[in-house]
């Protein structure tokens, strides 16, 4: 199989992947029938993301990201359709998915009205769409420095997070493979924020009961001894 290939369907699989973990949030709501601890941005603003990156595709004529993209767009108006049916805001979701229209009819005019065909169209969507990528990266990152001072990662997903390493390396060599630079740099944040979601889940992450450390056995065996010696000092007296 060739390696360019290869890495178009390493993108696509990865790619869905880490889409498809809204599933996740989607159950969570049909459950509790309602839309509470669920952040209804991400999900608009991938969905913006994704329409640009199909428009890059299309204009590039590269299959992979027509392909892609097209199913994150699906799968992220999916989960804007089930936010807006399950939250109580609807007013705030309604404005909010508005603004987000105006927005890209707005885009996609400037890019089919007031640029002409060609490269100069292609790179300047590419430049807004990697700026749009790279800022989706970065952004968690006032989070992460909150999890440094709470030393708590519940609110992260480990799924997600080695979906995201995945999805950027692959990206990045298939980038590298077709010298693309927008597909490149962009996702490159990816591979970085994923590592240091890695280091703070090693580092943070509570121990579970069902795999002890040395440390926690250590203490274990040291307390059923000194159990065993107060037993034994009542007995003889």
């Known amino acids: 199989m060739d390696f360019l290939l290869f890495l178009s369907w390493a993108c696509i699989v990865f790619t869905v992947g880490m889409f498809s973990t809204g599933l996740s949030d989607l159950r969570k ?10 952040q209804f941005l991400p ?6 993301n994704n329409l640009g990156w199909l428009f890059y595709g299309i204009l590039k004529k ?27 805001m609807k007013r705030q979701v309604t404005l909010q998915t508005l603004a987000a229209g105006v927005t890209l009819i707005t885009g996609w005019l400037y890019f089919t009205t007031f640029l002409t065909e060609g490269e100069a169209r292609l790179n ?14 970065l ?8 999890i440094v001072r709470s030393r708590n990662v ?20 298939y980038g590298l493979q077709l010298n693309d630079y927008y597909i490149m740099v962009p996702n490159t944040p990816g591979i970085f924020t994923s590592l240091i979601r890695f280091y703070l889940f090693w580092k943070f992450a509570p121990i579970t009961q069902s ?6 056995l250590q203490i274990s065996m040291q307390s059923l001894k000194e159990g065993q010696n107060v037993a034994g000092q009542d007995a003889l007296e």
């Open 62 to 88: 590269d299959h992979t990201i027509v392909f892609v993209n097209t199913i994150g767009a699906l799968l992220q108006i999916l989960y804007i359709v089930m936010y807006f049916y399950y939250t109580k």
């Open 29 to 38: 709501m049909r459950e509790s029938k309602s839309a509470e601890n669920i």
């Open 211 to 216: 795999s002890p450390t040395y440390k926690a």
């Open 139 to 146: 952004s968690p990152l006032f989070d992460l420095v909150e």
């Open 124 to 137: 300047q969507l590419g430049l807004t769409c990697s700026v749009v990528t790279v800022s989706m990266y």
């Open 43 to 48: 999900f608009l603003t991938t969905c913006l």
């Open 154 to 173: 519940q609110c992260l997903s480990f799924p997600l997070t080695v979906a995201t390493f995945f999805t950027s390396t692959s990206w990045v060599l």
